[in-house]
């Protein structure tokens, strides 16, 4: 089955979440920039990726392989963000917009990838 990913809700999710944690990078110290910063963004870009690059497959099963990595990208950022908090970076309100749209899409790959795999097990 292919879909079509940039009609899925939880593509567009996740490119909103990658907007926010984007701007949410550039109030953080600028000695961070090849660190956290760095690893921030590829993070934040590796969940929408996945979901796209997955979309393309020719089977459900390997599409649910590309949504378990996209969670798994999701939880690595989730880890970063949560570094950033404990050493008080950036806006505590744009912090606690990225964590809130994270959990949502966290949320929202779990249940796709959990339809993706009945769809597969149906076939």
């Not at 701007?23 to 921030?40: G, H, S, T, V």
């Not at 505590?92 to 959990?114: A, D, G, P, W």
Request: charged share 25%; aromatic share 10%.
């Amino acid at each position: 089955m292919r879909h079509n990913f940039k009609s899925l809700k939880v593509w567009q999710k996740a490119m909103d979440l990658t907007d926010i944690t984007f701007e949410f990078c550039k109030e953080l110290p600028a000695n961070e920039r090849y660190n956290l910063i760095d690893q921030i963004n590829r993070c934040s870009c590796s969940v929408p990726s996945n979901i796209a690059e997955g979309s393309g497959k020719n089977t459900n099963k390997h599409f649910a392989e590309f949504l378990a990595i996209s969670i798994s990208s999701s939880f690595e950022l989730e880890t970063q963000l949560l570094i950033c908090e404990r050493r008080n970076y950036g806006s505590e309100e744009k912090l606690k917009n990225c964590l809130e749209l994270l959990s949502e899409v966290q949320r929202m790959i779990f249940s796709f990838r959990e339809y993706v795999l009945k769809a597969e097990a149906i076939s």
